[in-house]
């Protein structure tokens, strides 16, 4: 998998080119095509190597591996344009909630070779939850040379496509539910007292250990809720729990194949 494209020059595709950076990736291309001049100079200006074009889209369909990362809304246009122009052994890689590997077939003339990822935003460190579902009858040899270059994004689980979708929701857009709420923690430890990499330290630790307790101690939920004594926010729990329950089923019914 020596060559890339991208079609979407957005934010998951910086992810992805930031990620490739850390961990000093090379290929011998990467292609970004992209409907916005504005956006193809901005990703240019932060990866010069990275060639970029907004008006050949056809170039995208000689990759190694072609990455769909577009708003579902134009998706099967897309592909009704590269229609009986990608190579047989290219792996179209979709990163789209909402379309299925079937639909992407049909729309390529059958094209067997595909796959959908979902990957978080905590990839641009290299500690992504990015799941990866491939197509039944797609190479075996593409599927194991994928895995080995991108699951040095992070962890890279091969999950059902049905599933696809609740990783959307639970990982990739999870960040959001606690970047704020980490924020003001840390806001609040330096007004206690801490200074910055003391609060950011505190925070990251009581975040693993709280994953960890209630994951790994086998304690039942009752108990490891009462190993604090106090909990300042008890009395809006319920409240906070209906919120998930509403706007997560929510986006999860929107986004979900019909």
Do not use: W
């Not at 056809?58 to 990759?63: F, I, K, L, N, P």
């Amino acid at each position: 998998m020596k060559t890339l494209a991208f079609i979407g020059g957005g934010r998951i595709t910086r992810i992805f080119l930031r990620a490739f950076q850390n961990k000093s990736m090379t290929f011998n291309r990467i292609y970004v095509y992209d409907i916005n001049q504005e956006t193809l100079s901005m990703l240019k200006a932060e990866f010069p190597g990275t060639e970029i074009s907004h008006n050949n889209l056809q170039e995208c369909a000689g990759s190694d591996v072609l990455f769909l990362a577009l708003h579902p809304r134009v998706f099967m246009d897309t592909l009704s344009a590269l229609k009986g122009k990608i190579k047989l052994n290219t792996l179209v890689v979709s990163l789209a909630p909402k379309i299925t590997m079937e639909k992407m077939s049909t729309a390529l003339d059958g094209h067997k070779n595909l796959a959908r990822m979902n990957p978080s935003a905590s990839a641009v460190i290299n500690q992504g939850v990015n799941p990866v579902a491939f197509n039944k009858e797609c190479s075996a040899t593409l599927k194991q040379d994928f895995m080995n270059v991108f699951g040095q994004l992070g962890y890279t689980p091969v999950v059902d496509e049905a599933k696809i979708e609740a990783y959307a929701v639970i990982s990739a857009m999870g960040h959001t539910y606690f970047f704020f709420q980490l924020n003001k923690l840390k806001e609040l430890a330096v007004g206690f007292g801490m200074d910055e990499k003391e609060a950011e330290t505190a925070i990251t630790e009581m975040l693993s250990g709280t994953a960890n307790t209630l994951f790994d101690s086998g304690l039942p939920y009752n108990e490891v809720a009462d190993l604090v004594p106090v909990r300042p926010m008890a009395e809006v729990e319920e409240t906070i729990k209906g919120y998930y329950d509403q706007y997560l089923t929510g986006i999860f019914n929107k986004i979900k194949p019909q």
